[in-house]
């Protein structure tokens, strides 16, 4: 952290005060600023006793110093191992990876008194201004202010400008001096792309470094991926880490979800910063595990801004969805349910190598492997023939095909070749990370005016997250989805309004989504879902195995037992005894756990016990508490010690399932076994080389029943170590591609509704068309009444109905009145009220009292809720933001004579949008 700690002062200082016979105690170290006072203090406890012994003991010294200088510092207690830091005057107690630098603790002290209050401060409504953003930002101002939360999040639906909302968090946290800098991590470089755009266009003065392609450059906002950030914290000059714990102010994460955190979580640990994440699926549908990462219960985040709200309040459109089923995509193909002249074709295709033909083909494996053109070909004409189409009806819409792998999309796109030939190869193209120069297609995908080719992009990957293109009217699931994460993203491409793309007035309403592979049922039933579960690596799944064959080891032949000297791997001295194999393994555990770099920062936080098992010594005698830690806490870190290649790592593994398999005499031995006699077979026809000739006897033994009769755990290990060097050698052939032609039957298609997914409501469109419509005609008498706030006549709402019948029917008018109770407050609502008329009504409130600042504040609240919603209750005084300002509610503000008179004011508006004598 750049400390020196080279002046008699630094350590050992001595302060008095303390509540001992001598009234003095002697502080470890303590960190001056460069105006002689302290910032922090570190007790330091020796490596075998706990840091928290040390807690009081430093609360203690801070007092005395507090008392000596008028500065209380940040406190630090620590072992070596572990790192506490308590900064009392703000928050609780919390384990960090590392000291602050100067700087950085001069800023903390600098924030006790000059943080200016959140809720006060106002939002930059030229980044966001919709109430739902507004409303995001100040819950968690709220919850980072009031409560002393670290952690924040915030579940918005796809298109609703999640990321907008945290750049005007952001522009707030700088303002109030809550945030210096910021880290932004998102999962792709297109995503970082864009965000990068969006910091530049929506903080033009803040200096936005986009971390992937510039490492260097100095910022206020730092844009990055996961990766590129892993391998950065590590890096340091002068001995002194660029990124230390202490850096960011505030991170936040694009996409929060349980595998960002099983993958990168190191990341989040790391910095000791405010913890944003963002999430565009809906709150219900989170994973417990997310929520329990924010310190949040089960359903609550922070703010939640719905796909079903955002298409009520006209900010979104909604999905018309519709499931199309087919025979083969549901049930596979069945040899035995072809006709006779199909059954013949079936015969014919050339399935493998071997002449191997098969009796079905199950639907996983269809558009894997096997392409069936009836199939694609039936999906193709009821996408052209039912999607939503532009120019008069004349061309489909823009479209998005999820395809399942690459020789799926270039498939489908070869079929749209053959049976729309007119288009002449244009119309349909694959845009996946495989083709070149993909980013020029989906710019011509992108463009409107005018419009041009590819009208149908048949993605993989590439498009399910950051492409936002308002033009998309189709979305085509022609592969399976598991993961509710994924399938919200999806989704999400094509809930972008896009006025007047049929024609003028005529906007975008809805998007079809047609899904052939059943994804609409999958997920419409209770608790359809499968989330990225933990994927372990290779290297750890070998590490815990080998830690669990030395259990099974221990366990039979008692714990610690010496074993023979063993030479290297693929040598004539392997060990003989089980004794020989414990001890094998143990000396390639020791030496894994040697090659971690402690200075890593994802070691770090292990460094106890990665420093107690590099040593030989350690791996003797294993109890269960060591098992525990080296499974738990060891097993996973990343070691500079090469495993060797993936082929023989994979072998690896298989015969250390084999190994425990046989040592607990489990039912999947046998077909390990059958496993590992295949891969012999496999070898042995490799025998014309010479590394394979070698060991020839011991692979043919291998494929012998005899030898697998009276087989060892030191007869499987001697396999391993003679055997894992060769697998390399075999042949590993991609199921080759097969193309059939048998005929499909596809359903008509039904549509799906099921909660967050619904479909487009009649009267949800009318409001729709009505916001629009009467936002774009303001010159209307009735619209601008309601808009200065003027006294709406009898006549004047008998010709806003009129005016109203151009978009609506009369049920849905009747509806909209009925609802409302009145016409005028229905477009009242979706107006809003002129801020200047605002204004001028509440200063009836305001005017000839002197306010506090609180009131003030509460009063431009009131004046932001009628220019965005044109009415305001004495209800919603009791909810963010009002509650931010007034906790207990107005009264708490407020006299209730002045309630009185706020309560007058208020009904005077509404009354306006009401017809004298209604």
Partial sequence: AGWALNQERDTEYEVSGMPNPKGTGFVDYVLWGDDGKPLGLVEAKRTRRSPKEGQRQAELYADCLEAKFGQRPVIFYTNGY????????????????????????????QRRNSRKDLATVEINESIVGRYYQTRAIR???????NHNDRKALLAMATGSGKTRTVIALVDLLTRCNWAKRVLFLADRVALVNQAVNAFKQQLPDTITVNLIGDKETDGRVFVSTYPTMMGLID?????????????????????????????????????????????????????HNTYGLFDLEIGQPTDAYSLEEAVADGFLVPPQAVSVPTQFLQEGIEYADLGEQEKERWDELEWDDQGNVPDSVSATELNRWLFNEDTVDKVLEHLMTKGQKVA?????????????????????????????????????????????????????FSVIDPPRPPHIAISVDMLDTGIDIPEVLNLVFFKQVRSKTKFWQMVGRGTRLRPDIFGPGEDKQFFYLFDFCGNLEFFGQP??????????????????????LITQLDRAS???????????????????????VRSAVAVSLQAEVAAMNTENFVVRPSRRSVERFAKPEAWTNLSTEDIEVLQSEVAGLPSELDLGEEE??????????????????????????????????????KDAIPLVKAQIELIGDVQSDEWWQDVTVPMLESVRRKLRLLVRLIDRNKKKPVYTNFEDIIGEGEDIDFPGLRGPDEFVLFRQKARSFLREHMDIAAVYKLRMNIQLTTDDLDALEE????????????????????????????????????TAALSEFTAGSTMTANQITFANLVVERLAEHGLAETRNFYDPPFTDVAPEGPQGLFSDVELGRLREVLDGVRNSAVAAGE
């Fill in 527 to 548: 608790g359809g879902t499968v989330e990225g579960s933990s994927v372990k690596s290779l290297r750890q799944k070998l590490f815990e195995s080998r830690i669990e």
């Fill in 235 to 287: 890096e340091s000059v002068d001995g002194e880490r660029r990124f230390g714990p202490g850096h960011f102010d505030l991170v936040v994460i694009d996409e929060a979800h349980r595998s960002v955190f099983q993958k990168y979580g190191s990341i989040l640990k790391y910095f000791d910063s405010l913890l944003v994440g963002l999430t565009a699926t809906p709150r219900e549908d989170v994973d």
């Fill in 82 to 109: 572990e790192h506490w830091i308590w900064d009392d005057q703000m928050y609780p107690p919390r384990q960090v990876q590392g000291f602050y630098k100067k700087v950085e603790l001069e800023l903390l002290i």
């Fill in 139 to 145: 819950n968690i101002g709220e919850s980072f202010q």
């Fill in 558 to 580: 008692g714990a610690g037992v010496a074993g023979e000297a063993v030479g290297s791997e693929g040598g004539s001295d392997d060990p003989t005894t089980d004794a020989g």
């Fill in 648 to 685: 023989a790592k994979r072998f690896d593994h298989l015969l250390l399932r084999l190994q425990l398999a046989l040592l607990r005499s489990a039912a999947d031995f046998e077909p390990l076994r059958k496993r590992l006699m295949e891969l012999a077979g496999l070898l042995e026809e």
């Fill in 392 to 444: 008069g009806g004349d061309r489909l819409g823009k479209t998005i095909i999820f395809a399942k792998n690459q020789d799926h999309a270039d498939f489908i796109q070869e079929r749209f070749d053959v049976n729309y030939p007119k288009e002449k190869g244009s119309f349909a193209r694959t845009i996946t990370f495989r083709v070149e120069y993909a980013q020029s297609l989906i710019d011509d």
């Fill in 803 to 838: 005016t109203m019948k151009e978009i609506g029917s009369n049920d849905a008018i009747r509806r909209a009145a009925d609802e409302a109770h009145g016409l005028g407050l229905f477009a009242r609502a979706l107006v809003g009220l002129d801020r200047e008329a605002a």
